[in-house]
Structures are given as structure tokens and as C-alpha cells.
């Protein structure tokens, strides 16, 4: 149960995120996603070896953070889910890769060791980056930005009522779980030999509320089609938060500012 509600409340966390009111939060969607893509594409196009250049990347998730008032210890501990994803693809770089790139007094790092730190680095880079997406314009603005942007009607429709059928999944698990530990109190959790008669009517019932849904859907006029209304068009403010964003990915990505900077302060401290 308490995995349940974790679950649930992860789903409205982001929609309460995204019904604030700040600098961010103001920005046309539009403007937002295609940001986030340059960001994301301008992360992955380094380097395996390459982690002090993508420093000056860091830049891009706090400043939005700090102007949307977001919370970050929340938004990190929606990055440990898919974390096994990323250790899973860079967790065997040292031991297959070992190419000796620096001697630190002894200490001999490796390319293995190298790639994996950058691997792990652009994860937290680039779904930081997603989170923060959702958290300051909600799955409806995006799913609308999406459609703006010319993607297939039906690829939005399917990734909206998506987004929206796991709170109604979610909730009949929560409800089915309860049932069961009501009428078995003194077990821990759900016994293995239950799995297959919940799971069957937890399909049952998902299937019965969701046909109900569907018919309250298409007496409301649902043809297949969600429509997104959306009236405010894009800004000079917009462009600008897209453009000078982009300047600056594209800076970071075809200069080294860490070596540069580092050159700098060794030269002034010569």
C-alpha cells in the first residue's frame, strides 16, 4: 500500500507543480519543449570520456529550478527509479575499458571509470531536465506542444489518455490491496498464491471502469480525438528564453569553458 501511494502522489506532484505561477511556469510550452530537446541533444552529443566539459551544463536545471520555485530534493528522488537503467548501461565500463587516462598521485583512472561517470552525469542531466519539462507546464501543455510542433494527433491522444489511465490503474490496485489485507490482517502483504486471482480481477475491474469511463467520454462528445485549447501565442519573451538558451548549449558545446576558465586562473596565478 504504501508503494501504491508513493505511486499516486508522484502522478500529482507534477500536476500540482505545474499549476503554479512563476517566471517559467509562464513560458509557452512550445518554447519549453524545444529547449529541452537542444538540452538534451546538446548533453548526449559529448563525448564518452568528456565530464568537465558538460559542467557548465549544470547551469540549465538550476536556474529553472530556483525560477519556478521547485523543489529539488523532490525532483531527485524521482531520478532513483530509473537510475538501474543508466548503471545497468555504464556499470561494466571499468572492468572492459582499461585505458589509462590520468595518474592522480598513484591512483591510475581509467577510460572505464571515466565513461561510466559521464554516462551516470548525462542521466541525471537530461531526466533532470525532463522532470523539470513536466513540473512547470503539466502533460496537457506538452501534449498541446506536441501538437503544435505537427506530431501525429493519435500519438498525443494515446500518450494523454496514457498519462491519465494510470491514476485510474493505480487507484483500483489501491483498492483491490485493501480489500485483501482487510480480509487477511495478520499477513504481510499478498501471499504468492494470490497474485493470479488479483491480478484477474484486477483486469475485471479496470476493464469495467474504463468502459465506463468511455461511455461517459462519448456522452460527453469524445470522438477519439482529446481536444487542447490553447489561445496565447508565442511571445518575444518565448523566443527569447528558447533562443538564448540554445545560444548558450551551443557555446558550451564547441568550447571547452572548463579548460578555458582553467587556463585563465593559471595564468593569473602565475
Same mark, same amino acid.
Given at each position: ?25 509562464? !513560458? ?11 538540452? @538534451? @541533444?546538446?548533453? &548526449? ?5 568528456? &565530464?568537465? $566539459? ?17 523543489? $529539488? ?45 559521464? !554516462?551516470?552525469?548525462?542521466? !541525471? ?28 494527433? &493519435?500519438? &498525443? ?93 551551443? !557555446? ?5 569553458? $572548463? ?12
Amino acid at each position: 500500500m504504501a508503494d501504491l501511494a508513493a505511486a499516486w502522489y508522484n502522478l500529482k506532484f507534477f500536476d500540482e507543480l505545474a499549476g503554479r505561477n512563476s517566471v517559467i511556469h509562464r !513560458i509557452h510550452p512550445v518554447s519549453k519543449l524545444l529547449t529541452t530537446l537542444a538540452y @538534451v @541533444v546538446c548533453v &548526449v552529443s559529448f563525448g564518452k570520456y568528456e &565530464v568537465l $566539459p558538460l559542467l557548465p551544463l549544470i547551469l540549465y536545471p538550476v536556474v529553472l529550478i530556483i525560477l519556478a520555485d521547485l523543489p $529539488p530534493g523532490e525532483l531527485f528522488k524521482r531520478l532513483l527509479p530509473a537510475a538501474p537503467f543508466a548503471l545497468a548501461v555504464g556499470i561494466f565500463n571499468p572492468v572492459f575499458d582499461r585505458t589509462p587516462l590520468l595518474d592522480c598521485g598513484g591512483f591510475i583512472l581509467t577510460g572505464g571509470w571515466l565513461s561510466f561517470a559521464s !554516462i551516470m552525469f548525462r542521466f !541525471i542531466l537530461t531526466v533532470l531536465a525532463a522532470l523539470i519539462l513536466i513540473a512547470t507546464s503539466g502533460i496537457n501543455e506538452v501534449g498541446l506542444a506536441l501538437l503544435q510542433l505537427k506530431l501525429p494527433r &493519435v500519438f &498525443v491522444t494515446q500518450l494523454l489518455l496514457l498519462y491519465r489511465y494510470l491514476n485510474i490503474l493505480i487507484e483500483e490496485t489501491a483498492r483491490t490491496v485493501r480489500a485483501y489485507t482487510l480480509r487477511s490482517p495478520r499477513e504481510k502483504g499478498v501471499r504468492f498464491q494470490a497474485w493470479g486471482s488479483l491480478a484477474g480481477q484486477l483486469l475485471l475491474r479496470t476493464m469495467d471502469r474504463a468502459g465506463r469511463i468511455y461511455q461517459a467520454m462519448r456522452c460527453r462528445g469524445f470522438n477519439g480525438e482529446i481536444r487542447l485549447y490553447h489561445n496565447r501565442p508565442l511571445r518575444l519573451a518565448d523566443c527569447l528564453y528558447f533562443g538564448c538558451w540554445s545560444l548558450f548549449f551551443g !557555446i558550451v558545446r564547441y568550447f571547452d569553458l $572548463p579548460g578555458w576558465l582553467g587556463r585563465v586562473l593559471m595564468g593569473v596565478g602565475r
